[in-house]
Nanobody, 123 residues
Framework: QVQLVESGGGLVQAGGSLRLSCAAS????????MGWFRQAPGKGREFVAA????????TYADSVKGRFTISRDNAKNTVYLQMNSLKPEDTAVYYC????????????????WGQGTQVTVSS
């Protein structure tokens, strides 16, 4: 069982930045990939970014590529999502989740999920 807790969400103006954190329980954090998803009001959950267990490989959705950066600190059992140049369309609840492979992008390919953190970008 893995427990995930996101933090760092909030209200920011367009063009601003936020850094989300996701703290994981357990001793095998580095053995699984981590991903970030988001869900805007009235929409399904969509893939944002993922990172391999050791942090050497990452992948991003086209909509955030060049603006968002995913990273992890295995000593702290934490994965981060640095979000720069935020746009109103980035407004959503952001979730972190675990996966066997960082290349997975489908919601059902992720096993454990956090409760989410709200990000609101005003225009």
């Amino acid at each position: 069982q893995v427990q995930l807790v996101e933090s760092g969400g909030g209200l920011v103006q367009a063009g601003g930045s936020l850094r989300l954190s996701c703290a994981a329980s357990g001793r095998t954090f580095s053995s699984y990939a981590m991903g970030w998803f988001r869900q805007a009001p009235g929409k399904g959950r969509e893939f944002v970014a993922a990172i391999s267990g050791r942090g050497s490989s990452t992948t991003y959705a086209d909509s955030v590529k060049g603006r968002f950066t995913i990273s992890r600190d295995n000593a702290k059992n934490t994965v981060y999502l640095q979000m720069n140049s935020l746009k109103p369309e980035d407004t959503a609840v952001y979730y972190c989740a675990t996966s066997p492979r960082y290349t997975f992008r489908r919601e059902r390919q992720y096993n454990y999920w956090g409760q989410g953190t709200q990000v609101t970008v005003s225009s």
